[in-house]
């Protein structure tokens, strides 16, 4: 039996949160390692171990996989999660990226020097730029790409989830989007997910980008 993927980041949602979501929904138990000090970020650049000097960083089938998109995609293709075919594939990672830019956009609301304006701006593209496309993709089928469970499923799950604790009842005009939501919510591991004291994490508090500025020794 291979060891566990071990996650090192923050307790905190951040880039890690989707890698979370993603081990989840493949039924991957993984191990987290939490960054709390300065002197654990530096051993990390001493060891090597983190390429780009930046976290998120997992350890999985021998490898310190760095860059959250390469780690998304490389469990995506290791649990049958990335399409059946290349066609498949692109058509997921276009609805990925879209899914990431707006999972960016809620990410990041903790540092807006005005929280109230830009949390007016996400809600105007969520509603305008990005749902309708899902919308409009879920008409009929019961996920995004080919009839199958992907990757792209787990991540607008994800979103949709933190939206609507931004903005309650943003899905009311989106039937199709918030009967996607349901019938995800139904799959065990998503479920056991959300309970608590699973390793789904909180929402990101200023407590959050002090320790990062600390770990980091960066101005925000």
């Known amino acids: 039996m291979s060891e566990k993927p071990v996650l090192y980041y923050f307790n905190a949602r951040g880039k890690m949160e989707t890698i979370r979501w993603l081990l989840t929904v493949a039924e991957v138990d993984f191990d987290e390692v939490f960054l709390t000090s300065r002197d654990q970020y530096l051993k990390l650049l001493e060891n090597g171990d983190l390429l780009f000097q930046q976290v998120p960083m997992v350890e999985i089938d021998g490898m310190k996989l760095v860059q959250t998109r390469a780690i998304l995609n490389y469990i995506a293709e290791k649990y049958n999660l990335h399409g059946k075919d290349l066609k498949d594939r692109a058509m997921i990672d276009m609805y990925s990226e879209g899914v990431m830019d707006l999972n960016e956009m809620i990410m990041m609301l903790i540092m807006s020097p005005d929280p109230k ?54 899905l009311k005009d989106f039937g199709n989007l918030k009967s996607f939501q349901g019938r995800m919510l139904q799959i065990p591991a998503v479920n056991r997910f959300l309970l608590p004291g699973s390793k789904r994490k909180p929402p990101p508090d200023h407590k959050l980008l002090a320790l990062a500025k600390e770990v980091f020794n960066m101005k925000f």
Do not use: N, Q
């Open 117 to 170: 304006a830009k949390l007016e701006e996400i809600e105007k593209k969520a509603k305008e730029r990005y749902l309708p496309v899902f919308e409009k993709a879920l008409t009929g089928p019961v996920y995004l790409v080919g009839g199958k469970l992907s990757c792209a499923d787990v991540y607008l799950l994800e979103c949709t989830l933190m939206l609507e604790e931004k903005f309650a009842g943003i």
